[in-house]
């Protein structure tokens, strides 16, 4: 795991003396009370071989600080965890449409190994195999070979480190694969595959049998919760489009046949795996791991699924609680008592939230209904000082410049105080 460095004083902190990971050790305490039922994997000996007692979580922030607990540095194979780097990886390489015309976005509400495909035999959720499976397919790559190379340096390059492949684990899912080799078949069948099936389904196994520990897990999804940069190597490993499209597929598909389930109890975008790995997403804060090998009955880590439910509920993590009041941008607004003119002060990022605040309070200010005070050929000045901004998104700027516009037919004399030309388009 790294260690935290606090910002501005340059201090280590030691993560493990840290009530974070106080808490986190907390959390694994009370799961293990609860000890929710679960199964091992069987259907290759070597997850049947796995001690069933293994519990570890760790989260990494955007900010790169990172907090673990229990067995955090046990590895495991990533299995089906590997699905939304994968398929980031083909959005990446592809663009969005030509990836969305082979595999769909459809939480398929059906288990990992369905044969799920649509009308036009196209599969319909990239986090089940039959979607996995073509995803790995778009992969460009001559070969089986060459593809599992992409595919192994993408994932280390989410992890921030050189991930292992476990030989025999990949030994046993290609010796023992042939459900995996029909659902490519049958994408291949409806030209949905992008290579033969072989050197589809061999890198496929491959990447399943990745080996990774939940400190991997957490910062290979603060990598997608950071927008696509890794935190701390600074990597820009995905475009911040396809981080957020991979997030968005982990919200309605990521938990098998109980995605709905999950977004309802615990409301981050996740992925489960078979070797009792998942990752969750809180986007733009953190990436959880967690692992714990005996499964539910839909094939998630029993107690993976009660860590984070718990932990979304005492954290407050649910991507759909209402959030909180933010920071205004708007500073101050001052009403000059001599001149009348009104200086709208606006500080740090303007998105379009900041913009509408901005654009609400300048048109009080001035009267924005016409029932102002100030109406007619009477002018007053309105400045609204842009100093302490630091960026506007396009959206912003053009919302900032048609209130510019609208005020000015209002009789107001508008200028903008933009010294670092944020506003321009
Ligand atoms: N290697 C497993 C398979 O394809 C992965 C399944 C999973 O983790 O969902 O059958």
């Not at 990752?279 to 009660?306: C, E, K, M, W």
């Not at 606006?346 to 100030?374: K, L, N, P």
Request: proline content about 5%; charged content about 20%; aromatic content about 6%.
């Amino acid at each position: 795991m790294n260690g935290g460095e606090a910002a501005g004083t340059g201090a280590v902190i030691d993560p493990l003396c840290h009530p974070v990971t106080d808490a986190l050790g907390d959390l694994l305490a009370t799961v293990r009370r609860i000890d929710p039922a679960g199964e091992l994997a069987d259907y290759i000996p070597e997850l049947a071989r796995v001690d069933a007692n293994g519990f570890g979580i760790a989260a990494t922030a955007t900010s790169g600080h990172s907090y673990a607990a229990g067995d955090a540095d046990r590895l495991f194979t990533i299995q089906s965890v590997s699905k939304p780097f994968v398929y980031a990886l083909a959005l990446e390489a592809l663009g969005r449409e030509a990836v969305l015309e082979r595999v769909g976005v459809e939480p398929s509400g059906e288990p990992f190994n369905a044969i799920s495909f649509d009308q036009i035999g196209r599969p319909a959720n990239p986090m089940i195999n039959a979607g996995a499976i073509v995803a790995t397919s778009l992969i460009p790559a001559a070969d089986a070979e060459e593809r599992f190379a992409v595919i192994r340096a993408g994932l280390s390059a989410f992890a921030g480190r050189p991930l292992d492949l476990a030989h025999d684990v990949y030994e046993s899912e290609s010796a023992t694969g042939d459900r995996n080799r029909g659902l490519a078949h049958l994408a291949r069948a409806s030209g949905m595959l992008g290579s033969t099936v072989a050197d589809a389904v061999e890198p496929y196994f491959q990447q399943c049998s990745l080996l990774v520990d939940t400190g991997d897990l957490a910062m290979m999804a603060a990598t997608l919760a950071n927008g696509g940069e890794h935190p701390l190597t600074g990597e820009r490993v995905v475009a911040e489009a396809v981080a957020r499209d991979v997030l968005s597929v982990m919200a309605s598909c990521g938990m098998y046949d109980r995605s709905g389930d999950w977004m309802f109890r615990v409301g981050m975008p996740a992925k489960s795996g078979v070797g009792g790995g998942i990752v969750a997403v809180t986007p733009g804060q953190y990436g959880i791991g967690v692992y714990s090998p005996p499964l539910d009955s839909a094939g998630n880590s029993s107690r993976g699924v009660a860590a984070l439910q718990l932990l979304s509920a005492e954290f407050g993590l649910h991507m759909l609680d209402r959030p909180r009041e933010s920071v205004s941008a708007v500073e101050s607004i001052r009403t000059d008592a001599a001149t009348g003119a009104i200086t709208v002060e606006v500080r740090g990022e303007i998105d379009f939230v900041a913009a509408e605040q901005i654009v609400y309070a300048a048109m009080e200010a001035v009267g924005g209904d016409g029932s102002g005070t100030h109406t007619g050929t009477e002018t007053a000045a309105l400045v609204i000082d842009l100093g302490s901004a630091t960026r506007a998104t396009p959206v912003a700027a053009r919302l900032m410049r048609a209130m510019a516009g609208d005020a000015g037919t209002r009789g107001y004399r508008i200028s903008v105080r933009d010294p670092a030309g944020i506003l321009v388009p």
